[in-house]
């Protein structure tokens, strides 16, 4: 009984604590999966959306190096052009399969499509008629169909690399609300324990204090002499009460 007793206040204390930790531990699950959500989103930035706008900038880039080439092998009738062509190419399909291996959405398989069939229409076109010496008809060829689909290919590109921005910035500003929404977690988890452990802290010191104040002023009485007061009546069941 008198061990039943001595187990009382402090099972209160152990359940004022355990109720704290059990917040305490709350926060820092919610914190944890927070944080990996926030990596992952970072890990998808890194990884997918930068990787995918350097490779269409580049792609960009290169066709437009092609294009160029081409001008100059028919304004300076220099094979040196078409050398410089053919080596833009090989680049530009090693840049093609790397955009398909870091997205493989319709828009971009449509791309690429687009990109190949224009490929393979100047090699089929311009470069075959401008090695078999009809310059007319390779650069009719050229500045008819194969230039101006480059420019509308110029401008698909354009456009995937500002939906790349788009979706980029949508997952820094989600990093940024879960980073603000954890501080604020912390900090209001931080006031809250304070308060909790506070009010804990003073519940429990009044629980011991005032069964103890009632037995001294009843003592105090009865020095005096006075027998006449009530019994005392203490309804409390731990070892204080007792």
Known sequence: MGEYLMKSIRSKILISLLFVISFVFIII????FSLKSMSNDTKEVSEQYLPQFVTNENLSSNIENQ????????????NTYKDEYLQLKESGQALQNKLMQLSNSEETTQLINEIEEWSQYIEDEVITYYDGGNHY???RSFKNEAQPVSQEILENLHTLT???EENTSASIQSINDKAEWMAGIGFSGAVLVIIIGVTAAFLMARMIVTPVKWVTNFMN???TGDMT????????KDELGQ
């Open 229 to 236: 007061q009530e019994n005392l009546q203490i309804k409390a």
């Open 67 to 78: 294009v160029r080439a081409i001008n100059n092998l028919f304004l300076f009738n220099d």
């Open 221 to 223: 009485v009865m020095e």
């Open 137 to 139: 008809q390779a650069l």
């Open 29 to 32: 699950i919610y914190n944890y």
């Open 162 to 164: 500002e939906q790349i």
